[in-house]
């Protein structure tokens, strides 16, 4: 399913422009020869961007022995690519800025924005990927279709709320109610303002890098794939799971070594200050973007509940879950009643939007011996296997009560062997849950099973995923 491009071609003029000097700026490049000296005067016009093209040029990234105060020699030293980005970044990121009653949180995109762009340049420089600077530019505008979104529909974003944070969760809001996602309508938005043919594809491919062919071609847009990947990690307060996050992307989608995704985040560390000098942007986390990444964290699970539930909703079904009955009495996890209604819509969302999920069963194998000799106290004993299970998963993962003796793990993002990973940490885990009790010490005996599903896999059902993770657990 594709976005429907109407609402932005019949609406051309709410939509994001170009400033009319890097309009005229690009022009001017594409004739292929360029006059300096014309360059330079159309630069001047602009006083903000002629002060900040000077800026950039003293700047220790060019290393002059003198300082340079004439836009020609500027123009010179920095050449004409780098001009023609300097030109077209500063101005966006000046000119863009959050619209009233906006529900696009612009102070995260920016920031996004720019990291990936760091980040596709350095990445191409990784793999001898040439065009460095239009890698720039395809990094920094490869989200610019949900500033047209936003444009379009001014409250569009208002309910993902600290949910933005994390930009696979915005995508799958955007698939949901339109169609499609940002990336086709900033390929669009690219088309319109007549950007290069590989910029332009670059961002409509930014999030699908499995259609991409190994071509040399196609290596310039999977730097802007991984870009995001090493953006989110930034904004994402580097946590673990990020940070492999970004290992397994740079590895699947470039063949990237964890020395060289290293040597990435160490350039992008490195690299912020200065960045933040040049854009007026603010990179670096922010308390107002730290309490939104709390804030999101704290409430993930919740907002894919809901999700689900208007996908439910809008296809008319009343037979819902209501609040009290989601969660098992003994345990507090979720609910088996639960699983038959949320299964199926997450198994559908993962083939819409390309994500991919692993379930895990827990079995506790003596559980009718804790039963007999925990007696009524078993329920604390559940509460708190749970409550330990949950401690060991991410934000936004779920924990549900399948059987009496079996708990069902659902993960986020989780390729095979990060389930197999964790499902050995939380068998390891249970195991060494020890409960003392006056009948002797309860040590729960513990199997796993694990089953990952995305839109290639062979699994026709929600059904035959919990099947496959149920006949997993019975090899063990």
């Known amino acids: 399913m594709a976005i429907d491009l109407s609402p932005f071609i019949d609406n051309t003029a709410r939509l994001p422009s170009i400033p009319k000097v890097v309009g005229k700026i690009v022009d001017l490049a594409r004739c292929g020869d360029v006059d300096i000296?014309?360059?330079?005067?159309?630069?001047?016009?602009d006083p903000a961007l002629a002060a900040k093209t000077l800026q950039f040029a003293n700047s220790p990234m060019y290393g002059s022995e003198h300082k340079i105060e004439n836009l020609r020699r500027a123009v010179v030293l920095?050449?004409?690519?780098?001009t023609v980005n300097l030109a077209l970044s500063f101005s966006l990121s000046s000119s863009l800025k959050?619209?009233?009653?906006?529900?696009?949180?612009?102070?995260?995109?920016?920031?996004?924005s720019f990291l990936a762009a760091a980040a596709a340049k350095k990445l191409g420089q990784i793999i001898g990927e040439r065009g460095l600077e239009e890698l720039f530019i395809a990094g920094l505008l490869q989200d610019i279709g949900m500033i047209a979104i936003d444009r379009i529909k001014p409250d569009f974003y208002t309910e993902l709320r600290s949910d933005q944070v994390f930009h696979q969760r915005v995508r799958e809001y955007e698939i949901e109610r339109l169609g499609g996602d940002?990336?086709?309508s900033g390929a669009w938005l690219c088309k319109h303002w007549e950007l290069a043919d590989r910029t332009t594809q670059a961002i409509a491919n930014s999030h699908r890098p499995g259609r991409l062919s190994q071509t040399v071609g196609d290596q310039f847009i999977r730097c802007v794939c991984v870009s995001g990947v090493a953006a989110d990690y930034i904004i994402l307060g580097e946590s673990a799971d990020a940070r492999k996050q970004l290992y397994l992307q740079a590895q699947r989608i470039l063949s990237l070594s964890a020395d060289k995704v290293d040597g990435l985040i160490v350039y992008l560390r490195d690299k912020i200050p200065e960045m933040e000098a040049l854009f007026d942007v603010k990179l670096t986390e922010s308390s107002s973007q730290s309490e939104l990444l709390e804030k999101a964290n704290e409430t993930l699970?919740?907002?894919?509940?809901?999700?689900?539930?208007?996908?439910?909703?809008k296809d008319g079904e009343s037979n819902k879950v209501d609040n009290e009955s989601r969660f098992?009495?003994?345990?507090?996890?979720?609910?088996?009643?639960?699983i038959k209604h949320y299964l199926p819509d997450a198994f559908a969302l993962a083939n819409r939007s390309g994500r991919v999920l692993s379930l895990i069963f827990v079995d506790i194998?003596?559980?009718?011996?804790i039963h007999k000799r925990l007696g009524k106290d078993v329920v604390s004993y559940l509460?708190?296997?749970?409550?330990?299970?949950?401690?060991?998963l991410r934000a936004g993962d779920m924990v549900f009560r399948y059987s009496d003796n079996q708990f069902l793990i659902l993960l986020h993002d989780a390729m095979p062997v990060d389930a197999n990973t964790v499902s050995q940490r939380l068998s390891k885990a249970v195991v060494e849950f020890e409960v003392h009790h006056k009948k002797g010490t309860i040590i729960a005996d513990v199997a796993c099973g694990v089953a990952t599903h995305d839109h290639s896999s062979a699994l026709t059902t929600s059904d035959e995923w919990l099947n496959e993770a149920y006949s997993n657990l019975a090899d063990n």
């Open 78 to 82: 920095l050449g004409l690519d780098t």
């Open 328 to 338: 098992d009495p003994e345990s507090g996890a979720f609910s088996r009643e639960f």
């Open 37 to 45: 000296p014309n360059l330079a005067s159309l630069i001047s016009s």
């Open 383 to 392: 509460t708190e296997v749970s409550k330990l299970l949950k401690g060991m």
């Open 182 to 184: 940002h990336a086709e």
């Open 365 to 369: 194998r003596n559980m009718a011996m």
């Open 98 to 112: 959050e619209q009233t009653q906006s529900g696009l949180h612009y102070p995260l995109f920016w920031r996004r």
């Open 301 to 313: 699970a919740e907002l894919n509940l809901q999700k689900l539930t208007r996908n439910r909703n």
